[in-house]
């Protein structure tokens, strides 16, 4: 199991495509949860009518807000990105050919996957981890600017969002390596998983709001799990002018518990059908 870790990181670390999405993730993260934002604010502050407004977009970009800004940044930027990561992650052994020829070696097949799953798991914490880096040195920046104390949350909170940060990005890159195994492509991989959790969950969630049957089905996907997860952290719902994506949600044990069912339920299956399959 150990060899088989070690093999998947010494292929992930030197795919730049790996790399590539990380760092284009940390940069649209930071252009839309402070870049956009404070240009806004920059934009409202001369005009007398808009003091409230303009405060109030200067807070989000404090270090005080540093929780709920990251987190809800999440469900559905983030989601769709990481899903890309999940499908390249495994995608690409199949272009390549190579799970034709380690599968004819010593590992098992469950080995060689469970390898790749665990070195995913450690990707999308390094995603959640910089991004929240990222996010607090630009805001203490910003505080020092603007000439604000940098108010930064507590400990505890921090952690917890980055936590839940990394299970929203672990759910979402399952579902891309799910996918990936299935279709033994990273384009149609990445197509339908971007489908599935940008259209697909959307319009359900959108339908929820008018069907109430609806709405247990809407508990159970991907991104409103996200979304509620978010909301429960502190980050503004959507329909109150927050992030989109995020929705208001007294608890996160439920969405918590989604999340974690499809992390399981992803990998499971996908290790299952490779470990099944014929690899041609």
Partial sequence: MIASVRAAW???RRRP?????TATWTLLALAFGIGIPYLVHLTLAGDPEQADAAETLLAA??????VTTGIGLF???????????????????????TLNLIFTQRPRRGQVLAGHAVVLCGLTLLVAVLTFGALAVVTGVLAVVEGRGADWPPVADLAGAVAAAWLICTAHASVGWFLAIVFRSTATAIAIGL????VLEN???????????LEVLQKLLLAPSSGALAGALGARSQ???GTPGVLESSSAVLPATVLLGYTLLMFG???WLAARRDVS
């Fill in 195 to 198: 489908v599935w959790t940008l």
């Fill in 61 to 66: 970009v404090l270090p005080g807000q540093l």
């Fill in 269 to 271: 299956l996908g290790s």
């Fill in 10 to 12: 010494f292929a992930d």
């Fill in 17 to 21: 495509a790996v790399w590539t999405v």
């Fill in 75 to 97: 469900p559905l930027f983030g989601g769709a990105i990481v899903v890309i990561l999940g499908a390249l992650v495994v995608g690409n052994e199949y272009r390549w050919g």
């Fill in 203 to 213: 319009a359900i969630s959108g339908l929820a709001l008018v069907l109430s049957p």
């Fill in 239 to 241: 329909f109150d002018g």
